[in-house]
């Protein structure tokens, strides 16, 4: 079966390199984060559209806690 599979590798990794793939992941994980009733997976994908997308008009929140020593 691998053997089947390696050939289609390097065109599976080209389209989810462009544009459209990552499109589709984000579309696939907000998705699956709207079946759930927490927030952790929609700040997940809020934070992997504003990483793949630096256009987009999703805005982060970070609370940044620094101990001293």
């Known amino acids: 079966m691998r053997k089947l599979?390696?050939?289609f590798l390097p065109l599976l990794y080209a389209f989810l390199r462009s544009?459209?793939?990552k499109k589709l992941l984000l579309?696939?994980?907000k998705a699956a984060s709207k079946q759930t009733t927490n927030t952790?997976?929609?700040q997940?994908?809020?934070f992997l559209q504003a990483r793949l997308d630096p256009n987009s008009t999703t805005t982060l929140q970070w609370a940044?806690?620094?101990k001293t020593c």
């Open 64 to 66: 940044v806690t620094r």
């Open 27 to 29: 579309d696939l994980l």
């Open 19 to 21: 544009n459209a793939g």
């Open 44 to 46: 997940a994908v809020n």
């Open 5 to 7: 599979a390696k050939p």
């Open 40 to 42: 952790l997976d929609d």
